[in-house]
């Protein structure tokens, strides 16, 4: 008995769905080319970002931390020296008692170029007392303590940002301060001004600082009880540092307002220590980050990281309309319509430093939407099938901007979105036959 195998249908006849989604899985690979130029070109976009924030800050005024105030206190200790006893002046650092902060940060925004910068002025009070008892402890022969020729020094990270000369109020008394500290081992760089310590009993002190810098302010606990107000026009705030406010901050369209009280007991360094001692009381630092709401940048990046999702549901659609309709699509076709996937993302970064993240977005999706339903039209010359391509991907593009707002529920809403998505491509995908054994033999 004979086989007619002409009827037999050949490898490729029977494989040849299989054979062309494998080619497409390819195709959606290479295009991972093209989405990570554009992912490195959004890189290089925010590290001229960050270098324009960098220079103009550098010309402002950089991050802020306000580091005391400490009052330095020298002592004399008698040294050996051969049969001469040598008197070496030695110091003290107090800390205050009571230490009250009461800020207001009013942000300022700059423009330089395409880009913006966050920067702030900020107008602060400290206020507080010393208590000498503190002293007693490391058992100084009082008549070896020079009470006389205290400073009290106020350290900063960029003394530039001064706007105003700084006035110390000491009882009764009105001191301007001068530029320059005792290397004390505590602060580095700051203020500082010579003050009349009475060893008999508390001094109280008040000092108003005219601060400008730049994203960030923060507070040291030097106090036995620090106690911090700081509010701000700005609405974005990110607590940050060793201390969050002691309770919830209030945050509205009008600014914030913290609150931080902190205790001795909860750092690790005493009220009272010698110079040799070292402790890094910077380390202690709490207070605020005026950070800007994720901008263009981090929302296109955030974008581009959808690219292999927006390419391989695309091509995936077009597969199954092309073996449903019957109709061949030439792999360049797969890989233009690809390419407009990935220019999306140009057009995106380079309209978005003009107008903004989301009207860059919109004007981007309507022009990639358009271009492709176009092109769907096209090849198949239906309409039912180039609207419903439109349709499908304007959804897609509004399924990834709801993604890209919530920030804290994307993964949540990203991982239920691609469920569905995946059950409709199953769902749909039972239509088709794969070793096209419906074909007459």
Not at 34 to 61: D, F, M
Request: include cysteine; proline fraction near 4%.
């Amino acid at each position: 008995m004979e086989t007619n195998t002409e009827n037999i249908p050949g490898f490729y006849e029977r494989n040849k769905t299989l054979l062309k989604g494998f080619l497409i899985g390819f195709l959606i690979l290479l295009m991972l080319i093209p989405a990570a130029i554009v992912s490195n070109l959004v890189s290089e976009r925010q590290e001229r970002q960050a270098e324009v924030v960098k220079e103009v800050s550098s010309k402002w005024a950089g991050e802020q931390t306000i580091i005391g105030p400490i009052v330095i206190v020298p002592y004399k200790v008698y040294v050996q020296q051969g049969s001469a006893t040598i008197a070496k002046t030695m110091y003290l650092n107090l800390l205050p008692e009571s230490l009250l902060i009461n800020g207001n940060a009013i942000p300022e925004v700059r423009r330089r170029s395409l880009y913006t910068v966050m920067l702030y002025r900020s107008d602060i009070e400290l206020s507080g007392s010393f208590n000498p008892s503190e002293v007693q402890r490391w058992n100084i022969a009082p008549q070896d303590i020079m009470w006389e020729q205290s400073k009290l020094v106020l350290g900063l990270n960029d003394a530039r940002g001064l706007e105003e000369e700084v006035v110390l109020n000491w009882g009764n008394t009105k001191k301007t301060m001068e530029a320059g500290v005792i290397n004390s081992g505590v602060i580095s760089s700051g203020l500082n001004t010579s003050v009349a310590f009475d060893s008999a009993g508390k001094a109280s002190f008040n000092v108003r600082i005219k601060l400008k810098g730049s994203s960030r302010l923060y507070f040291t606990p030097v106090g036995k009880t620090t106690e911090v107000n700081l509010k701000s026009a700005w609405k974005s705030p990110a607590f940050d540092g060793q201390y969050l406010p002691d309770k919830p901050a209030v945050i509205s369209a009008d600014g914030f307002n913290a609150h931080w009280k902190i205790l001795q007991v909860s750092r690790n360094y005493p009220q009272c220590w010698p110079s040799g001692n070292t402790y890094e009381v910077e380390k202690s630092a709490f207070g605020v980050k005026l950070i800007q709401p994720a901008d263009g940048y981090a929302k296109t990046d955030r974008s581009v990281k959808y690219a292999i999702l927006f390419i391989a549901l695309t091509f995936t659609v077009f597969f199954f309309i092309e073996i449903l309709q019957k109709k061949q699509v030439h792999p360049l076709q797969y890989i233009l319509v690809g390419l407009a996937l990935c220019i999306f993302y140009t057009l995106l970064l380079s309209i978005s430093e003009y107008t903004g993240f989301n009207p860059a977005y919109f004007i981007a999706a309507v022009a990639t939407v358009s271009l492709i339903g176009s092109y769907v039209w096209g090849i198949f010359k239906t309409f039912k099938i180039a609207a419903g391509f439109i349709f499908a991907l304007g959804g897609l593009y509004t399924y990834i901007f709801i993604l890209i707002q919530l920030e804290d529920y994307a993964l949540l809403f990203g991982s239920i979105g691609l469920f569905v998505i995946l059950a409709i491509i199953m769902y749909y995908s039972r239509k088709i036959d794969w070793y096209n054994t419906s074909k007459k033999q």
